[in-house]
Nanobody, 124 residues
């Protein structure tokens, strides 16, 4: 039903910046919260950032606060600007669309649809 496609991942050095993009197609007239999660080898999928349906409220994991910025347009795209990247940021990054009624947007359980992920690797 809903397709999400991430792009922008790659191999960069510590301190570099990278911008991930997620294009989604809901085939509805509704807007939903969007989030970014990541999963590194040997770790659980973790919350990174989220933006609510209107784009007026954002939330970030403590580990990325001040370095990452999530934004969205009014149509079909959400971005994750990543600055001052660290090796520990290396992971597969997933874009997700929240279910209707989601509030905190910080739990994977609040999301109904997921992209296939894009790899981000940060070398030291």
């Amino acid at each position: 039903q809903v397709q999400l496609v991430e792009s922008g991942g790659g191999l960069v050095q510590a301190g570099d910046s990278l911008r991930l993009s997620c294009t989604y197609a809901t085939r509805t007239f509704s807007t939903f919260g969007m989030g970014w999660f990541r999963q590194a080898p040997g770790k659980e999928r973790e919350f990174v950032a989220a933006i609510n349906w209107s784009g007026k409220v954002t939330r970030y994991a403590d580990s990325v606060k001040g370095r990452f910025t999530i934004t969205r347009d009014a149509k079909d795209t959400v971005w994750l600007q990543m600055n001052s990247l660290k090796p520990e940021d290396s992971a597969v990054y997933y874009c997700a669309q929240a279910a209707g009624g989601a509030s905190s947007l910080s739990s994977a359980y609040e999301y109904d649809y997921w992209g296939q992920g894009t790899q981000v690797t940060v070398s030291s």
